[in-house]
């Protein structure tokens, strides 16, 4: 079975079930907070890295022949609820437009977090080296983005993000 098939859920979820909970939201998520410095070639290697991860999967096939079978299978189910939870939680913000219910108030970043667990899942049912590393490099440059993130958050929301920030971690 192509790995490209893999994408789907995540592609309902992100895109899909986002539009449909808070057209508002979509927006939002596709929004980059202003970059500096460092940040700016993170950018780019995160966007080249979500590319190649994307494409990459159509050249692969899920190798349902071992263990790594079931281990992806399982934390790429666990991927998929938490894109599902999260997503849901990010469509809806508190009043002050900060998203705080459901996964974020474990995380202040919980799609990134359930991004990393469902690609890494892919990276299990595909048992691909290759997808593993441009996955790292996808993470540790979203790792930047996630600080701009949060400086343009605390511009934006002043002294009810910096409370957020104190009581609730950045990933886990």
């Known amino acids: 079975?192509?790995?490209?098939?893999?994408?789907?859920?995540?592609?309902?979820?992100?895109?899909?079930?986002?539009?449909?909970?808070?057209?508002?939201?979509?927006?939002?998520?596709?929004?980059?907070?202003?970059?500096?410095?460092?940040?700016?070639?993170?950018?780019?290697?995160?966007q080249i890295s979500n590319t190649l991860f994307f494409v990459y999967l159509?050249?692969?096939?899920?190798?349902?022949?071992?263990?790594?079978?079931?281990?992806?299978?399982?934390?790429?189910?666990?991927?998929?609820?938490?894109?599902?939870?999260?997503?849901?939680?990010?469509?809806?913000?508190?009043?002050?437009?900060?998203?705080?219910?459901g996964l974020y108030r474990i995380s202040r970043n919980p799609m990134y977090v359930a991004y990393f667990v469902y690609f890494l899942g892919c990276v299990l049912l595909t048992r691909s080296l290759l997808l593993l590393a441009v996955l790292i490099v996808f993470q540790i440059s979203a790792h930047w983005i996630i600080l701009s993130e949060e400086r343009w958050c605390i511009r934006k929301f002043g002294v009810e993000y910096r409370t957020y920030m104190n009581e609730v971690r950045r990933y886990l």
Request: glycine share 8%; net charge positive.
């Open 58 to 101: 159509f050249f692969l096939e899920i190798e349902t022949d071992s263990n790594w079978f079931y281990a992806g299978l399982a934390i790429y189910g666990l991927g998929i609820l938490l894109c599902t939870a999260s997503v849901s939680a990010f469509a809806k913000p508190a009043q002050n437009g900060i998203s705080m219910k």
């Open 1 to 46: 079975m192509n790995g490209a098939l893999l994408l789907i859920p995540f592609l309902l979820i992100r895109f899909g079930l986002l539009s449909i909970w808070n057209k508002e939201g979509l927006k939002r998520a596709a929004y980059f907070a202003p970059l500096i410095g460092m940040e700016k070639t993170a950018y780019w290697v995160y």
